[in-house]
């Protein structure tokens, strides 16, 4: 299969590498939506702890079931699903509290823990294997490019939940009209928002105004 490789530092090639096929307890994912973060960008100068080089990236995609492994059911082959890229050993003391991004056993394959696309191999790639924990079926209406956002989606909707989340009517404030904030801004409706405002710098006029039609109901340009 045809894969995005970071050979070493700063050097990376599409090449043809070996499929890979689940194993117990996990799915086969055929990508057919992808997205570079910036934290690729940090990987592939080699500032990202706990990567190995060479080293397919990719952690927010989403694509269909093409097979799964033994112990994993209700994930037929041809279901969209989004993925999660961090799945935590489940058994560790911050996993249990919920903060598995935290998991005291990271990068510890033995022990359960995966973070796609930075210990084992990304999404970049034609086809990924992840653990049926972080696959999510999509809901009808959406498509590969959404299912490429969830776990974007998901930090944002945490960033919310720390908050104290959003109790309808209340007016929401989203600073940076970045990748992120534009997420917030559509979040912060979808959670029931009274007026929903977003600040950005002068340089970030067009996506104020891309915010605007996503739903914020004011824009402030500050600096």
Known sequence: ????????????????VKQPEPASGQVLVRVRSTTICGTDVKILHGTVPMVVFPHIPGHEFGGEVAAVGAGVGGLPAGTKVGVEAHTGCGECPRCIEGVYNLCENYGNRQKGHTHIGFTVPGGLAKYCVVPARSVYPLPDGLDYDHGAFTDTVGIVLWAFERAGGVRG?????????GALGLLAVQMARALGAGRVIAVGAPVDHNRLELACWLGADNI???G
């Open 1 to 16: 299969m045809l894969a995005v490789v970071f050979t070493q530092k700063d050097e990376f090639q599409l090449k043809e």
């Open 169 to 177: 009517g209340e007016n929401v404030v989203v600073v940076g009209p």
């Open 220 to 222: 402030v340009i500050a």
